[in-house]
């Protein structure tokens, strides 16, 4: 196998212990770069830098090498990657591993998947993966370590159809602890109580986004089933959202 040219980035910053491990990772199969936030960028969505400049510095990572860290966004981070840190050669994007898992509806929201998403845009293939631990409960890297490595592997030699990204999902465990590996479709997960109304000690009242998880069944073949049945979810996700069981309905409205 001819060794690759790796972009790696994330939205936990460029600090994280997720985004080392991701860097250890594919660092057998070529040359890893490291572009990521210079802070923490977690629900920043499909967000871009217009109003102001964009700067890049090198870092030392915990491991001694170098790496770029930017005051831009996770998209930000494979622009510049791209283009500047990389000249434009890129075989692969790999967003993560991120603490927190990436289900459903929530990689709209998601830094983490945006950056796979940037990466599909330039047409490379791209990846995000998640580690699916609780807010209070430590990460386990071992499996997405693993599963990171063996999927760059396969995407050398298997080429994903233009403009599109896998979104992938682990549980947090021992790669000998996972239940296996699912093909999943993208599944539902909204919040209940969202907002919490709050006092500070001036007695002005601020808001905090917050909320719980829904109760609900989801799809058996979807990505929240897959991680809670054990399994690594892996789910196809292209750009084009358009919703084409509407168009001829759509065609036929009165507008104009």
Known sequence: MTAMRILVTNDDGILAEGLLMLKRALEPLGEVFV???ERPRSGSG?????????RLHTVRLGDGSLGYSTNGTPSDCVTLGVTVVMNGRCDLVFSGI???????WDVTYSGTVSAAMEGAIFNIPSVAISVCCGDNEPPEYDA????????????HERRLPPHTLLNVNVPNCTMEQVKGVAVTRQGTRQYVDRVEARVDPWGRKYYWLTGSLANEEVPPDSD??????GKISVTPIHLD???ESLLEELRRWPLE
Not at 98 to 104: E, K, R, S, V
Not at 144 to 155: G, K, S
Not at 224 to 229: F, H, N
């Open 98 to 104: 991120n603490q927190g898992a990436n289900l459903g």
């Open 241 to 243: 959202l358009t919703a």
């Open 144 to 155: 997405a370590f693993h599963f990171a490595r063996n999927l760059a592997e396969v995407l």
């Open 46 to 54: 499909h967000s871009i830098t217009l109003h102001k400049p964009l």
């Open 224 to 229: 929240v089933a897959a991680i809670r049945a």
């Open 35 to 37: 572009v990521a936030p």
